[in-house]
Nanobody, 114 residues
Framework: QVQLVESGGGLVQPGGSLRLSCAASGMTFSAYAMGWYRQAPGKQRELVASINSYGSTNYVDSVKGRFTISRDNAKNTVFLQMNSLKPEDTAVYYC????????WGQGAQVTVSS
């Protein structure tokens, strides 16, 4: 059974940084494009960053130049480095496959506030 476990969330001031990690198990991790999604209160979940099997990345416009997605296939882990955080980045962040998504993990709460 595929399991995704996010970690690294927290409370940070505007302009600060956080690094999220997502450990995957029960799947051939290197074969899948992976993404980081977020869901803010009262809003739909959105894809903010993705990385394919070859390391090519894509970002939603609102995070370009501030967020960096990466992966370590040897450790079955995908990361999201978030810099220059803004209050509007506050959300629960989830990882999942881009295609054939599996059950969502518990997510990582990110709160950007002074």
């Amino acid at each position: 059974q595929v399991q995704l476990v996010e970690s690294g969330g927290g409370l940070v001031q505007p302009g600060g940084s956080l690094r999220l990690s997502c450990a995957a198990s029960g799947m051939t991790f290197s074969a899948y494009a992976m993404g980081w999604y977020r869901q803010a209160p009262g809003k739909q979940r959105e894809l903010v960053a993705s990385i394919n099997s070859y390391g090519s990345t894509n970002y939603v416009d609102s995070v370009k130049g501030r967020f960096t997605i990466s992966r370590d296939n040897a450790k079955n882990t995908v990361f999201l480095q978030m810099n220059s955080l803004k209050p509007e980045d506050t959300a629960v962040y989830y990882c999942n496959r881009i295609v054939s998504r599996v059950s969502w993990g518990q997510g990582a709460q990110v709160t950007v506030s002074s």
